[in-house]
C-alpha cells in the first residue's frame, strides 16, 4: 500500500476522534519522523507508525480507547489492502 493511500485511511478512521486536521498533521508528522518516503508502506513501517500514533492517542483519548481506535485503524488499513 501506498503512503499517501495508507494515510488517507489512518485520516478517515482518527477524525472523528481527533478531528480531520490534527489526523492528517499526526499521519504525516509520523511519517516524516519515522523516514517513510511517498512510496510503499511495508509491515514493519506501518507497525512503527500506529504504534506512534497510539502513544499519541494516549494523550487525547486514554489508554484504552487508544489500543480501540488503533486497532480500528488496523483493521480499516487491512480492508484497504495493507499488508497484502
Known amino acids: 500500500m501506498l503512503r499517501s493511500e495508507a494515510v488517507k485511511v489512518m485520516v478517515k478512521v482518527l477524525a472523528p476522534y481527533i478531528g480531520d486536521t490534527m489526523a492528517r ?3 504525516d508528522a509520523h511519517c516524516q519522523k519515522l523516514g517513510i518516503a ?3 508502506l511495508g ?3 506501518l507497525d512503527l507508525l500506529l504504534a506512534k500514533i497510539g502513544s499519541g492517542l494516549n494523550i487525547f483519548l486514554g489508554r484504552d480507547k487508544s489500543a480501540v481506535v488503533v486497532g480500528e485503524v488496523r483493521r480499516a488499513l487491512a480492508d484497504a489492502g495493507a499488508g497484502r
Open 43 to 45: 509491515p514493519e513501517q
Open 25 to 27: 498533521s499526526a499521519a
Open 38 to 40: 511517498d512510496g510503499s
